[in-house]
T-cell receptor, first 108, second 115 residues
Framework: GIQVEQSPPDLILQEGANSTLRCNFS?????LQWFHQNPWGQLINLFY???GTKQNGRLSATTVATERYSLLYISSSQTTDSGVYFCAAITGGFKTIFGAGTRLFVKA | DTEVTQTPKHLVMGMTNKKSLKCEQHMGHRAMYWYKQKAKKPPELMFVYSYEKLSINESVPSRFSPECPNSSLLNLHLHALQPEDSALYLC??????????????FGEGSWLTVV
């Protein structure tokens, strides 16, 4: 089956810093999503991005489908950005294959 | 605020108990999902209902029994669980197939501890 790999596994930032999270996938996918899981467990959908670039406030994402990777950019990080960031490949109609996640801690 | 509501938020149950997790959405979505997430691991798909019919069962043990009474409700019945079943159980919904651009929405999850 398809493999989804994320890097780095852990990241500690000082508030205000910028960061880039990477997601590689082993095969063609129907689509790709980025999620943020807050410390209380809720998964929030950040981007649905099969290709190209999208921006939402301080966050932006780029997917290069032909090269099988996606990047999530966080600018001017805030403590509320802490949590786990997952990318997930969509295969078939309903299946979502999650990567292992990047654990982000933003220090005040 | 999440539009997928899960109850209870926390549940502690013994290995001989029978309990249920409940999930509700009022977005008119026709697909509903159960995921299981162990500590420091990504979510893993358990079941998918599409138009109130079971569409996907990812070889989940029979001690987990899903039920979709109507298009807004999804239950997960639990019986004779093991301590290793302790996890965060996430419900989600989507308008339809994910591959065509439908967004998946997750609830806040139910934290289950089996003692």
């Amino acid at each position: 089956g398809i493999q989804v790999e994320q890097s780095p596994p852990d990241l500690i930032l000082q508030e205000g810093a910028n960061s880039t999270l990477r997601c590689n996938f082993s095969d063609s996918v129907n689509n790709l999503q980025w999620f943020h899981q807050n410390p209380w467990g809720q998964l929030i959908n950040l981007f649905y991005i099969p290709s190209g670039t999208k921006q939402n406030g301080r966050l932006s994402a780029t997917t290069v489908a032909t090269e099988r990777y996606s990047l999530l950019y966080i600018s001017s990080s805030q403590t509320t950005d802490s949590g786990v960031y997952f990318c997930a490949a969509i295969t078939g109609g309903f299946k979502t294959i999650f990567g292992a996640g990047t654990r982000l801690f933003v220090k005040a | 605020d999440t539009e997928v509501t899960q109850t209870p938020k926390h549940l502690v149950m013994g290995m001989t108990n029978k309990k249920s997790l409940k999930c509700e959405q009022h977005m008119g979505h026709r697909a509903m999902y159960w995921y299981k997430q162990k500590a420091k691991k990504p979510p893993e798909l358990m079941f998918v209902y599409s138009y109130e019919k079971l569409s996907i069962n990812e070889s989940v043990p029979s001690r987990f029994s899903p039920e979709c009474p109507n298009s807004s409700l999804l239950n997960l019945h639990l019986h004779a669980l093991q301590p290793e079943d302790s996890a965060l159980y996430l419900c989600a919904s989507s308008q339809g197939f994910l591959r065509v651009g439908n967004t998946i929405y997750f609830g806040e999850g139910s934290w289950l501890t089996v003692v």
